[in-house]
C-alpha cells in the first residue's frame, strides 16, 4: 500500500470507492434519461452537453453525500477522493469506449461539473449537526439524581 492509502483515516478508501460507484451508477442513469428526452425530441441536440454537465455535478454530489454523511468527518477530503474515483471511472470507462479522450471534447466542462457537484455535497455536509452520543435510559437517571 502506498504511504497516502495507509495515511487516510480508517474506512475512507471504502466509503470512497463505494461513493464513487454510486456517482457512476447515478451518471449512467441521468446520461439514460437525456438520451430518452432527445429520443423523444422533447430536447434539442444542442442542448445535450449542457445536460452532460448538469448529470455529472448531480451524480457527483449523490455519491459525495453518501460519503460525507456515512463517514461524518473530513468531508473536503472525502469529498476530493470520491470525485477522483469518480473521474477516474468515468475516464476509464471512456477510453474504453472511444480511442482518445479529448480536451476539445468537454472533458473540462464534466471534470468542474464533478467538482462543483462534490464541493456542494462538502457544503451541505459540512453545515448538518453532528450526531453526539446517544444517552441511554440509566445516563439519563443518574444526571437526574445528581442535580
Known sequence: MSKVVMSL???????SIIGGFIALAAYVALQLLCALLIHRELLGEESLYPM??????????????????????????TVSAV??????????????TEKTVAVENGLVGVGLSMAAGGLAAALVGANLPRQGRKRTAQQRKNSRHRK
Not at 483515516?9 to 466509503?15: A, D, F, I, L, N
Not at 470525485?83 to 474504453?96: E, H, M, S
Open 83 to 96: 470525485t477522483i474515483v469518480f473521474l477516474a471511472l468515468t475516464l476509464a470507462v471512456a477510453l474504453l
Open 9 to 15: 483515516p480508517k474506512g475512507m478508501v471504502k466509503s
Open 52 to 77: 452532460v454537465c448538469v448529470a455529472a455535478a448531480a451524480a457527483s454530489f449523490l455519491g459525495c453525500g453518501y460519503s460525507v454523511l456515512s463517514r461524518r468527518e473530513g468531508a473536503v477530503l
